[in-house]
């Protein structure tokens, strides 16, 4: 398996809160991903990044920001909570080219 | 606008019979498809993948047609195990695409033992 983890796994908060979700990854891969996954939608992006401060928005990316410091960490921010934004956030890591692989998912409820 | 479609999201098939799911895209540049399974709780995993310059791919029970004049691609298994029951995406990138990859809707397979 791809060494990719995300933290948390589950959260829950409240409305108006900024929450922050976290992507490691130890495969030094270049490209890394951010996806929501909803019923009737499947994997959306959100943002992307090609590069260490490189980022760039998905097709979702109202309400989230992004930030990658280091290759291994790509960091998901959501400003202020809504609770259009409960959903499971897989992140992706790839090298040029090739298939992405899949961390195991973050549950995330606002309420 | 969704650039990469599958039009059945669910399927039943007797165990040891072909599963066939079906995946359709708009975007003529695309150029790389590929196939994901995914179980509940726990992240999709890669499962096949297909360029533009073939049209089938194979491994194992796993089949990938590809018909670019249709837009349109297939994944075949034989013969389907209850162990494939999972939803299963295709996905799509292209070189006009930055390395982003787009992703259908998932169809949820289920091999009836």
């Known amino acids: 398996d791809a060494g990719i983890t995300q933290s948390p796994r589950h959260k829950v908060t409240e409305t108006g809160t900024p929450v922050t979700l976290r992507c490691h990854q130890t495969e030094n891969h270049r490209y890394m991903y951010w996806y929501r996954q909803d019923p009737g939608h499947g994997l959306r992006l959100i943002h992307y990044?090609?590069?260490?401060?490189?980022?760039d928005k998905g097709e979702v990316s109202d309400g989230y920001s992004v930030s990658r410091s280091k290759t291994e960490d790509f960091l998901l921010t959501l400003e202020s909570a809504t609770s259009s934004q409960t959903s499971v956030y897989f992140c992706?890591?790839?090298?040029?080219?090739?298939?992405?692989?899949f961390g195991p998912g973050t549950r995330l409820t606002v309420t | 606008d969704q650039q990469v479609k599958q039009n059945s999201p669910s399927l039943s098939v007797q165990e040891g019979r072909i599963s066939i799911l079906n995946c359709d895209y708009t975007n003529s540049m695309f150029d790389y498809f590929l196939w994901y399974k995914k179980y509940p709780a726990e992240g999709p995993t890669f499962l096949i993948s297909i360029s533009s310059i073939k049209d089938k791919n194979e491994d194992g029970r796993f089949t990938v047609f590809l018909n670019k004049s249709a837009k349109h691609l297939s994944l075949h298994i034989v013969p389907s195990q209850p162990g494939d029951s999972a939803v299963y995406f295709c996905?799509?990138?292209?070189?006009?695409?930055?390395?982003?990859?787009?992703f259908g809707t998932g169809t949820s397979l289920t091999v009836i033992p």
């Open positions: 990044s090609y590069g260490v401060k490189d980022t």
């Open positions: 996905a799509a990138s292209g070189s006009n695409t930055g390395n982003q990859f787009y």
């Open positions: 992706a890591i790839s090298a040029p080219g090739d298939e992405q692989y």
